[in-house]
Every structure is written in C-alpha cells, then in structure tokens.
Nanobody
C-alpha cells in the first residue's frame, strides 16, 4: 500500500518562502510521475508541478519561476520549494504519485496524500 505524507505547510507573508516535503512509503514502480497539486477554498484541484522518474519537470504557468519541484528517488521524497509567495497561492497542497497502465488518461495506480495547508497573507 502506497502512502504519501506531506509536511511543511504554514502561514507566511506575501513574498516569503516555504518548502513542502512529501514522504512516500510502500512499493512504487520505478517509472512514475510525482506531482504537487493544490486546491483553494471553493475551487477545483489544480496541477502545480509534475516530475517524472526520468527527470522531466513541468510547472503550471502561475508558478513558473517561483516554485521548484525536486525529488530524491532513493529516499522516496519529493519537495516543492515555493518562493515569492502570493496570497493567491493559498490552498491545500497535495502530493500525488501515479504509474502503471493508462486508460483514458487514468492511471491504474494513483495515490494522494492528505494535504498540507499553505496560507499566504497580504
């Protein structure tokens, strides 16, 4: 059973920085995509950044140049360094890992953490 546990959220002033961590446990296929998503109050969950096990990282336009995602495959850790935070970055941030068979763009192995709250005050 795969488990993801996020940490590092909190309250920060606009312009500040936070570093989120995600610890994965369980058996994860070595070819996978890990991602950070966020969901603001009253809004749909949205993609923040993804990173493939092959080293390709992609970001939402809203965070490019401010957020950096990294991963340590040996330690099964994923990180999201968030700089120049804005009030609109306020959301619950979720860690995700997916791998395996894909049918209609849905992976048969798709796991989520419980989320960590990030609040940016103006």
């Amino acid at each position: 059973q795969v488990q993801l546990v996020e940490s590092g959220g909190g309250l920060v002033q606009a312009g500040g920085s936070l570093r989120l961590s995600c610890a994965a446990s369980g058996t994860i296929f070595r070819l996978n995509i890990m991602g950070w998503y966020r969901q603001a109050l009253g809004k749909q969950r949205e993609l923040v950044a993804t990173s493939t096990s092959g080293g390709i990282t992609d970001y939402a336009d809203s965070v490019k140049g401010r957020f950096t995602m990294s991963r340590d495959n040996e330690k099964k850790m994923v990180y999201l360094q968030m700089n120049s935070l804005k009030p609109e970055d306020t959301a619950v941030y979720y860690c995700n890992v997916k791998y395996g068979m894909v049918v209609d763009e849905v992976y048969d192995h798709n796991y989520w953490g419980q989320g960590t709250q990030v609040t940016v005050s103006s």
